[in-house]
């Protein structure tokens, strides 16, 4: 038998670790050898000295003799010898060393003169073997893929029944009354309960159709094969949709299923067996027609023929917002939108509604205005109520004022509006032009129950003197400063005050803070003090000490003016003070040509015009004594 594990060409044993030495035949020497023969002139090696080691003839060769044994000429293990170097000519006239193969016994030998390369041993046989391994292993894979395939192929739902021996089949219907064929024989059913029996030859593996059908349903077929092991099935059918005709009396009436708008009458409807119907019927003037539907048993189609009835006259009452309590003749009869029925169908009724922070409504409605429908409809838009908040003064008598807007006298009764909920207000309290009492409310989001009560102290009323000391003469600007201070030395106890002077630098006030204080003797002292230190000025600025004076909220002012008045001065401040409850007297110290003029403006700001050294000098009103 020959050694695969020989090298062709050489006879060596090839390399068990080398696997392309093992697939080629050729051991790793040997394919350097063949290697280093293509890439042309080398310089030859350095001869080693190590002792050649030379291989025993192969053994078990069949038709070798042992006596003389086929012995190539010994190869160096070390490395192959030079190559013989061949010219150009030899190459060309074909002269060329190739290696003769002969065969020995099925031994395949390969002989070459060409050094490094003797006669070897090519194991042909072992191509061989290969190429029958691998063809019976192409074999066994087409024959179990082709089993595998022929064995996976199933024919619809069949039913497999053991060729051995005869099943019987328990099949079992629904609906119970489905008809079922085999081949088109019909089968009896062997209860009430849908249920047939189907005898199968084990003998028999034809292939056979089984249907089932049944009125309403879609019908179902099947191929039925030899069973195997299978003794119980169930088919069960599928419902088809339903029609659903509908004819009214009258016609054109409105068909709702559940819910959805579907058309008019007459009409033909498709519905789903497993769907629940609520079928509504609606027409204007008669009445409301509901129904459930329920499915056919055995499907096909549903003929409705509906009369409907006249309806009673109604009363339809909505509101904006919705929401709002209906009353109907001063009964309550439900929450807007609500519809009543009318025993009568003339006449009038009174309708009213309310809703909680809204202005009540209430209305004749007439039910001769009745429609072809046979229903009246009312519908109130309801505005937002005011908010009233009744207020009072302790003590009582004082007028009302809600930032800035006279009320009137107390008890006052003022209405906000609904979009005001919330808001600060000020309130206040006057007596002529006495300031008596003020305070800050929040309105409320609804009239409140209870009146809203200002407390009131009187003090008298309140004075401001303005100074504008532009004089030519030291006698005349004495005479001012001298009339001034009898008008502070005349207030009352109950009365308040306070000086204002224009001056260069601008305005003196005292109290020094701008406030009005009390008309008390020590307050008088200081305020003749304040009065004398101030001193004549070329251009006074009355505009701004007027300003300053109205800033303590006065109920008059006392203007002590020397020399020409500003005329433009005076215009401007009577147009800042328009709708003020305050009175303004003008004081000067000469008679000019703007008299009539000055006389007309105080009068109109409801004051009194004094030229001093013409005129005397009035008295200031007190509180005690009543208003101006």
Not at 511 to 534: C, E, H, L, W
């Amino acid at each position: 038998m020959v050694n695969p594990l020989i090298c062709e060409r050489c006879g060596r044993d090839l390399e068990t670790d080398d696997a392309i030495s093992i697939i080629e035949g050729v051991c790793a020497g040997c394919r350097r050898v063949e290697a280093a023969a293509f890439k042309g002139p080398t310089a030859p090696p350095t001869p080693k000295q190590s002792a050649p080691r030379l291989y025993a003839p192969a053994s078990g060769f069949r038709g070798a003799s042992a006596a003389q044994p086929n012995t190539p000429t010994a190869q160096h293990v070390g490395g192959a010898a030079p190559r013989r170097e061949r010219s150009a000519a030899e190459l060309l006239s074909g002269a060329v060393d190739v290696p003769s193969i002969r065969r020995r016994g099925g031994v395949t030998f390969v002989e070459s003169s060409e050094p490094g390369r003797g006669a070897g041993v090519r194991p042909a046989r072992r191509r061989r073997d290969l190429a029958i391994g691998v063809g019976t292993g192409l074999i066994i894979t087409f024959v179990f893929i082709t089993y595998w395939l022929a064995n996976s192929r199933q024919t619809g739902t069949a039913v497999l029944v053991e060729p051995a021996r005869d099943l019987a089949l328990t099949l079992s219907v629904k609906p119970a009354t489905a008809t079922v064929t085999v081949d088109g024989q019909p089968l009896q059913p062997i209860d009430d309960q849908g249920r047939f029996r189907i005898a199968v030859d084990g003998r028999d593996a034809s292939e056979k159709w089984l249907e089932v059908s049944a009125d309403g349903f879609y019908p179902i077929r099947r191929p039925v094969s030899v069973l195997s092991g299978i003794e119980d099935a169930t088919i069960e059918l599928v419902p088809m949709p339903f029609e659903l005709a509908i004819r009214t009396d009258p016609p054109q009436a409105e068909v709702w299923i559940n819910g959805t708008l579907r058309g008019v009458t007459p009409v033909t409807l498709t519905s789903l067996p497993d769907d629940k119907v609520t079928l509504l019927v609606r027409r204007a003037g008669y009445a409301d027609l509901v129904r459930e539907i329920a499915a056919p048993q055995t499907g096909g189609r549903i003929d409705l023929n509906l009369e409907l009835q006249p309806a009673s006259p109604t009363l339809l009452v909505e509101s904006d917002p919705p929401g709002a309590m209906i009353r109907v003749g001063g009964k309550v009869v439900g929450v807007a939108p609500v519809s009543i029925p009318m025993a009568m169908t003339d006449g009038a009724v009174i309708v009213s509604a309310a809703l909680d922070g809204y202005e009540p409504q209430e209305r004749k409605v007439s039910l001769a205005s009745m429609g072809p429908d046979r229903q009246v409809a009312s519908r109130f838009s309801l505005k937002p109520a005011m908010i009233e908040v009744r207020i009072e003064t302790q003590p009582p008598g004082g007028v009302v004022r809600v930032d800035g807007r006279e009320i009137g006298p107390s008890p006052a009764l003022v209405k906000f509006e609904s979009s005001q909920a919330g808001k600060l207000v000020r309130v206040e309290a006057m007596r002529g032009t006495a300031h008596l009492g003020g305070m800050d409310f929040t309105v409320p989001a609804r009239s409140p129950g209870a009146a809203l009560v200002v407390p009131m102290a009187f003090r008298g009323e309140r004075v401001a003197f303005v100074l504008s000391p532009r004089t030519g003469t030291s006698a005349e600007y004495v005479t001012l400063l001298d009339q001034l201070s009898e008008q502070i030395h005349r207030l009352g106890a109950d009365q308040q005050f306070a000086v204002f002077a224009a001056t260069d630098e601008g305005v003196d006030r005292w109290p020094a803070d701008g406030s009005a204080t009390s008309a008390t003797s020590g307050q008088k002292i200081r305020a003749y003090d304040m009065v004398r230190a101030v001193r004549p000025v070329k251009t006074a600025r009355l505009t701004d000490a007027l300003n300053a004076a109205m800033a303590v909220e006065p109920g008059s002012v006392w203007l002590f003016v020397g020399g020409a008045v500003n005329r433009a001065a005076l215009t401007a401040f009577a147009e800042s003070i328009a709708g003020k409850n305050v009175a303004v007297h003008l004081v000067t110290t000469t008679e000019s040509g703007d008299g009539q003029w000055l006389a007309s403006w105080a009068s109109r700001q409801r004051g009194t015009y004094t030229v001093l050294g013409r005129d005397a000098l009035p008295a200031i009103a007190s509180g005690e004594r009543g208003d101006d």
